[in-house]
Protein backbone atom coordinates (compact mmCIF):
# COMPACT_ATOMS: atom_id res chain seq x y z
CA UNK A 1 0.00 0.00 0.00
CA UNK A 2 3.00 2.56 0.81
CA UNK A 3 4.39 1.91 -3.25
CA UNK A 4 0.84 3.76 -4.76
CA UNK A 5 1.57 6.54 -2.70
CA UNK A 6 4.82 7.43 -2.79
CA UNK A 7 3.90 7.14 -6.81
CA UNK A 8 1.26 9.56 -6.56
CA UNK A 9 3.48 12.03 -4.27
CA UNK A 10 5.93 11.36 -7.19
CA UNK A 11 4.14 12.21 -9.63
CA UNK A 12 2.38 15.40 -8.32
CA UNK A 13 6.05 16.33 -7.42
CA UNK A 14 6.67 15.94 -11.15
CA UNK A 15 3.94 17.76 -12.55
CA UNK A 16 4.63 21.06 -10.15
CA UNK A 17 8.02 20.68 -11.40
CA UNK A 18 7.15 20.72 -15.25
CA UNK A 19 4.72 23.54 -14.58
CA UNK A 20 7.17 25.94 -12.60
CA UNK A 21 9.75 25.30 -15.56
CA UNK A 22 7.04 25.98 -18.12
CA UNK A 23 5.97 29.17 -16.28
CA UNK A 24 9.84 29.94 -16.13
CA UNK A 25 10.72 29.54 -20.05
CA UNK A 26 7.21 31.08 -20.51
CA UNK A 27 8.62 34.35 -18.68
CA UNK A 28 12.12 34.06 -20.02
CA UNK A 29 10.75 33.99 -24.02
CA UNK A 30 7.92 36.97 -22.93
CA UNK A 31 10.78 39.06 -22.08
CA UNK A 32 11.27 42.02 -24.76
CA UNK A 33 14.91 41.99 -26.38
CA UNK A 34 17.00 44.66 -25.00
CA UNK A 35 17.32 47.79 -27.55
CA UNK A 36 21.38 49.15 -27.88
CA UNK A 37 21.78 52.73 -25.62
CA UNK A 38 22.52 55.50 -27.33
CA UNK A 39 22.68 59.61 -26.70
CA UNK A 40 18.93 59.37 -27.57
CA UNK A 41 18.23 57.25 -24.45
CA UNK A 42 20.57 58.81 -22.07
CA UNK A 43 20.93 62.88 -21.47
CA UNK A 44 23.89 63.55 -19.89
CA UNK A 45 23.84 67.80 -19.81
CA UNK A 46 26.21 69.83 -18.15
CA UNK A 47 23.87 71.58 -15.76
CA UNK A 48 26.78 74.34 -14.14
CA UNK A 49 29.91 74.93 -11.84
CA UNK A 50 30.40 75.27 -8.18
CA UNK A 51 30.93 78.54 -7.15
CA UNK A 52 35.02 77.69 -6.59
CA UNK A 53 37.32 80.58 -6.47
CA UNK A 54 39.98 78.86 -7.20
CA UNK A 55 39.97 77.04 -10.80
CA UNK A 56 41.50 73.87 -9.32
CA UNK A 57 38.87 72.90 -7.16
CA UNK A 58 36.43 73.92 -9.80
CA UNK A 59 33.60 71.44 -10.14
CA UNK A 60 31.72 70.68 -13.17
CA UNK A 61 27.81 69.76 -12.04
CA UNK A 62 26.12 67.18 -14.68
CA UNK A 63 22.50 65.89 -14.98
CA UNK A 64 21.66 62.26 -16.21
CA UNK A 65 18.30 61.22 -17.49
CA UNK A 66 17.45 57.71 -18.36
CA UNK A 67 15.14 58.33 -21.34
CA UNK A 68 14.79 54.37 -22.26
CA UNK A 69 11.89 52.51 -21.41
CA UNK A 70 14.28 49.77 -19.11
CA UNK A 71 16.42 50.43 -15.89
CA UNK A 72 19.73 51.29 -16.39
CA UNK A 73 22.90 51.04 -14.66
CA UNK A 74 24.88 54.45 -15.16
CA UNK A 75 28.82 54.45 -13.82
CA UNK A 76 32.31 55.68 -14.08
CA UNK A 77 32.01 59.33 -15.61
CA UNK A 78 35.35 60.16 -16.82
CA UNK A 79 37.07 63.14 -18.71
CA UNK A 80 38.20 62.06 -22.11
CA UNK A 81 42.03 62.61 -23.05
CA UNK A 82 42.93 62.86 -19.30
CA UNK A 83 43.97 60.17 -17.25
CA UNK A 84 43.76 59.52 -13.53
CA UNK A 85 45.02 58.16 -10.44
CA UNK A 86 42.04 55.36 -9.85
CA UNK A 87 42.18 55.87 -6.18
CA UNK A 88 41.33 59.92 -6.16
CA UNK A 89 38.89 59.42 -8.98
CA UNK A 90 34.92 59.22 -7.53
CA UNK A 91 33.25 55.94 -7.86
CA UNK A 92 29.91 57.42 -8.84
CA UNK A 93 27.00 54.87 -9.78
CA UNK A 94 22.88 55.31 -9.99
CA UNK A 95 20.22 52.96 -10.83
CA UNK A 96 17.90 54.62 -12.89
CA UNK A 97 13.96 53.26 -14.04
CA UNK A 98 12.83 54.40 -16.73
CA UNK A 99 12.86 58.76 -16.34
CA UNK A 100 14.75 59.19 -13.69
CA UNK A 101 17.10 61.95 -13.06
CA UNK A 102 21.04 61.68 -11.34
CA UNK A 103 22.93 64.53 -10.63
CA UNK A 104 27.14 64.13 -10.01
CA UNK A 105 30.10 66.45 -10.06
CA UNK A 106 33.50 66.17 -12.20
CA UNK A 107 36.75 68.11 -10.87
CA UNK A 108 37.11 70.33 -13.90
CA UNK A 109 40.31 69.97 -16.13
CA UNK A 110 42.62 73.20 -15.95
CA UNK A 111 44.81 72.12 -18.84
CA UNK A 112 42.59 71.64 -21.30
CA UNK A 113 40.89 74.32 -24.25
CA UNK A 114 37.97 71.68 -24.87
CA UNK A 115 36.79 68.26 -22.97
CA UNK A 116 34.19 66.25 -22.95
CA UNK A 117 32.54 63.85 -20.20
CA UNK A 118 32.30 59.43 -21.15
CA UNK A 119 30.20 57.37 -19.02
CA UNK A 120 28.92 53.91 -19.23
CA UNK A 121 25.08 53.26 -19.09
CA UNK A 122 24.26 49.49 -18.71
CA UNK A 123 20.27 47.99 -19.44
CA UNK A 124 21.13 44.14 -18.45
CA UNK A 125 21.10 44.69 -15.25
CA UNK A 126 18.54 43.88 -12.28
CA UNK A 127 16.87 40.06 -10.95
CA UNK A 128 14.72 39.87 -14.43
CA UNK A 129 18.09 40.45 -16.72
CA UNK A 130 19.62 37.53 -14.70
CA UNK A 131 17.05 35.68 -14.66
CA UNK A 132 16.83 35.79 -18.52
CA UNK A 133 20.72 35.31 -18.67
CA UNK A 134 20.65 32.28 -16.95
CA UNK A 135 18.28 30.40 -18.75
CA UNK A 136 19.17 31.31 -22.33
CA UNK A 137 22.59 30.19 -21.25
CA UNK A 138 21.31 26.68 -19.81
CA UNK A 139 22.23 24.20 -22.43
CA UNK A 140 25.64 25.47 -22.58
CA UNK A 141 26.47 27.05 -18.84
CA UNK A 142 27.84 30.25 -19.45
CA UNK A 143 25.64 33.52 -19.32
CA UNK A 144 26.19 35.69 -21.93
CA UNK A 145 26.31 39.50 -20.76
CA UNK A 146 26.12 42.39 -22.68
CA UNK A 147 28.38 45.23 -22.63
CA UNK A 148 27.42 48.52 -21.33
CA UNK A 149 27.26 51.11 -23.95
CA UNK A 150 29.69 54.20 -24.10
CA UNK A 151 27.65 57.39 -23.86
CA UNK A 152 29.22 60.97 -24.56
CA UNK A 153 28.57 64.43 -23.69
CA UNK A 154 28.62 67.22 -25.96
CA UNK A 155 32.23 69.19 -26.43
CA UNK A 156 32.30 71.64 -23.47
CA UNK A 157 34.60 75.04 -24.05
CA UNK A 158 36.81 75.44 -20.58
CA UNK A 159 36.32 79.29 -19.00
Known amino acids: MAKPKIRFMLRIVGIIVVTLLTALLLFVVS ?8 RHHV ?3 LVGYTNGNDPRTLLAVFAIT ?3 TSVI ?3 QPMI ?5 DSSTWPRWRAMLESGASASFTVPVPTNLPSWRLGLYADPDVGATRA ?6 A ?3 G ?6 PYAIHSDLIESE
Open 31 to 38: QPPLSPLS
Open 43 to 45: SLA
Open 66 to 68: NLS
Open 73 to 75: LVR
Open 80 to 84: ESVVY
Open 131 to 136: IVRVVR
Open 138 to 140: FPF
Open 142 to 147: VPARRH
